[in-house]
């Protein structure tokens, strides 16, 4: 596992390079359009700003801003044994020193996110849609792929190039608009080689603002489809029983919700792409995941070992492609690794309904709900903004202090 | 005067190379060690959950007694091993007391409808799973631990500042756990 991170690390400085030095030379080919002698520079300056501020932000808070969106509130041991033990587990299966925080986030949608940028400090989100559709085994598969992302470092990775991404996208556009309400200022030039220079400039910012996002997008999703697969692989390691997560990608595909606080740039760390698909024919390319059916499919066809070779060997074949999804150092050991079997272990409570129930009512918990149970069998559920002293029983009308 | 520079030189790398091969073998003792101890731990919670356990059932399953105190004399021996392979035969014979167990629960449906027992069973499946889980993790430190000692030129580092190799943590019973034996 030690190896694979090193090789993990070693492919993400490259990528990030790369996309540094793309915004280098947009910041300079911009503010050269606009003003050929000393624009570049000041380009640059602006571009590298822009960055830094949004990185700051973002490394500062963590991962409390994205927690804070979606609404997520943090579990402790006590208040859900059953995650907690799983996430607990995960964390050793994957040999990750630190134990993350877990939240559960009221939202119907199932889905699950990592995030934390340092491995300290980081967290897992379950949705409560995907603690009442999963079972055990289910939800081990889900946490050990967000555990892979944890243990990759995904979240650092995927954080510091989408904001480059992004300032990328955010210079090519306000160029662009500014083209479009003739805002370049340098029109009277001093000398003729100025102007010259000037109109060189100014093709060749245009065509860079049209093809670097782009590109930057399409190599950005591509890594983040590669990162995906690794999670799966990762995850089938860690509890050596694909058909965990293999069911659960299938239980989280037939749901059509959708996820409010998702976006383009923290859709990568979820288990599955929040955002709705609109018109599948292009998004292919331009999609944060690979489709979850191919993914299934993988899972399914692994074979009798859990070893990354297997992946990459069931990739291959469900693909038809050669793309190395695993780093060659994962796969210099193919010592076969047993699959085990299901533990066929439910979740909270035993009927669907009831399960429903638990977990309906461990959100209101969290959101600092009271409850007083009627003597009449009927649970009040009081939500905390209700002021009123005196609480009536709907059923029975009898009458309890809040 | 060449010579005496290409010497120095030659001697500094070589030392340098040997101070990062005993660094890595130092590292990956640690490791070693560190995974032991989560393996420790998880073994340490079960025999604290084991005596609860007995307590809650011990009322519901009279009829099975001998299933009860086959688990808790195989408690007391997992509990008194002290070595690696110890351990490991003990803790193999107590997860294999637990499986029978789990099997004649099945008997049992008021059992099952006890919120007490349902959250026992619960922490004791689950840190059977934190034993499988670190005993995997363990075993891969240790993997990478003995190649490190055994292959050139890392040997001749681990032979003069006698590292030596570790012991995996294998439990015996794992073919006969997938198939279940029946006898007549």
Redesign the interface.
């Known amino acids: 596992m030690w190896e694979l991170v090193q090789a993990n690390k070693r492919k993400s400085v490259g990528l990030i390079i790369v996309m540094g030095v793309t915004l280098i030379l947009l910041g300079f080919i911009f503010g050269s359009a606009y003003h050929p002698e000393s624009g570049g520079m000041v380009g640059i300056f602006i571009a590298f700003i822009l960055w830094a501020i949004l990185f700051l932000v973002t490394y500062s808070s963590g991962s409390k801003i994205l927690l804070a969106v979606s609404g997520a509130k943090e579990v402790t041991k006590d208040v859900h044994p059953q995650l907690y033990n799983v996430v607990e587990e995960m964390k050793i299966a994957s040999g990750h020193p630190h134990m993350p925080k877990v939240y559960i986030i009221d939202t119907p949608a199932p889905n699950a996110f990592a995030t934390g940028l340092k491995p300290n400090n980081t967290a897992v989100a379950v949705t409560a849609g995907l603690l009442t559709k999963l079972n055990r085994d289910e939800l081990q598969g889900v946490i050990a792929h967000e555990m892979a992302h944890i243990v990759n470092r995904d979240v650092l990775f995927m954080t510091v190039s989408g904001i480059m991404l992004g300032v990328i996208v955010l210079l090519s556009q306000v160029f662009v608009r500014s083209m479009f309400f003739g805002g370049i200022g340098g029109r009277h030039s001093r000398s003729k080689d100025a102007g010259q220079a000037q109109i060189v400039f100014l093709v060749i910012a245009i065509v860079f603002a049209i093809l670097a996002p782009i590109a930057a997008q399409l190599l950005y999703f591509a890594i983040s489809r590669t990162r995906e697969y690794l999670a799966d692989a990762s995850a089938v390691r860690f509890t050596r029983y694909p058909e965990g997560l293999a069911s659960a990608l299938h239980k989280i595909s037939r749901s059509s919700d959708e996820i409010k606080s998702a976006n383009k740039v923290t859709a990568p760390m979820y288990i599955a792409n929040p955002l709705k698909k609109k018109g599948r024919k292009l998004s292919d390319l331009t999609s944060t995941h690979p489709p979850i059916s191919e993914r299934i499919k993988i899972l399914r066809s692994i074979g009798r070992s859990a070893d990354f070779t297997s992946y990459q060997n069931a990739f291959n074949q469900v693909s038809g492609k050669e793309t190395k999804i695993i780093p060659q150092s994962g796969l210099k050991d193919a010592t076969p690794i047993d699959i085990r079997g299901a533990s066929g272990l439910p979740f909270v409570g035993e009927t669907k309904k009831q399960v429903q129930r638990n977990v309906g009512d461990l959100v209101m918990q969290l959101n600092d709900y009271s409850f007083i149970n009627c003597p009449c069998g009927v649970k009040l559920k009081v939500p905390p903004a209700y002021k009123n002293k005196k609480v009536f029983c709907p059923r029975c009308k009898r009458q309890h202090s809040s | 005067m060449i010579g005496t520079i290409i010497l120095i030189a030659v001697i500094v790398i070589i030392a340098l190379v040997f101070i990062s091969y005993y660094n890595s073998l130092v590292k990956l003792r640690n490791q070693v060690k560190?995974?032991w101890s989560?393996i420790d731990v998880?073994l340490k919670r079960r025999h604290d959950l084991i005596p609860n356990l007995i307590e809650t059932v011990k009322g519901y399953m009279t009829h099975e007694r001998e299933t009860l105190d086959s688990i808790t004399k195989a408690r007391s021996q997992a509990v008194q091993a002290e070595t690696v392979g110890e351990k490991a035969k003990a803790e193999g014979e107590l997860t294999r007391t637990l499986g029978k167990f789990n099997l004649v629960v099945e008997n049992y449906p008021d059992l099952k409808a006890n919120q007490n027992f349902l959250?026992l069973q619960?922490?004791l499946?689950?840190t059977e799973?934190?034993i499988s889980?670190?005993r995997?993790?363990y075993n891969?430190?240790v993997l990478?631990y003995n190649n490190k000692i055994q292959m050139f030129p890392s040997n001749i580092v681990a032979g003069m500042f006698r590292f030596t190799e570790e012991e995996f943590f294998e439990i015996e019973d794992?073919k006969e756990k997938?198939v279940p034996k029946v006898s007549f």
Do not use: I, L, P, R
């Open positions: 560190n995974a989560q998880q959250s619960e922490e499946t689950s799973n934190k889980f670190s995997q993790n891969d430190q990478f794992e997938k």
